[in-house]
């Protein structure tokens, strides 16, 4: 082989390495999107801008109904948290997350940039506590003021994915606690 082959092959594969990192994440996101947005948690879609709790026969056993013996024992990757799905756009304005009282509950809502794969905040037991709150969710070039009574989460991009967990101690708990992410909500700003 020649060296002006080497030299291109050596070329093409840098810039190909470098094009994989750059846009493997984007990728994987956008997959994930798509995946959300149309299939959700099996059940169908997810529309944007709102947040879907997985049911609690997933959480038992994501890939078949419940059956009997302990849910825990079988509940998939998550084995103590219950999955809340989010796909938000803040191109129309800000939007305002509910999360209630959580009475000491471990809990968290992750919110992460897809254009960059990083999180940028969180709400939770560890973050904010866990009394009943509100979260102003804005987007980039927001101006305005914040609500009384509301904390600011400003997006560093217009495209939120949002996931939360809540804890699930016991088989006994599980109602609880789907009862508790099912009160986490997304509505637009009023």
Known sequence: MRLEHLLI?????VVTWFAAIRFWP????SVFKRAVLVKGFGGGPIPVN?????P??????PLHAATGGSRLASAGVNRDTLMTL???DLSKGPLVLHVPDMAGRYYSVQFTNPSSNTN???????????????YFITGPRWTGQVPNGMKQIASPNRSVLVVGRVLVSS???LKAAYGLSTQMRLAPQQ
Not at 26 to 29: A, C
Not at 122 to 133: C, D, H, N
């Open 120 to 134: 940028f905040a969180y709400v939770g037991k560890r973050t904010t506590g866990t009394e009943a709150g509100d």
């Open 26 to 29: 984007r990728m994987l996101l």
């Open 86 to 88: 989010g796909w938000l």
């Open 171 to 173: 088989d006994s708990d």
């Open 9 to 13: 092959f050596g070329s093409v594969m």
């Open 50 to 54: 709102t947040l879907y709790t997985q």
């Open 56 to 61: 609690e026969a997933s959480f038992a056993d």
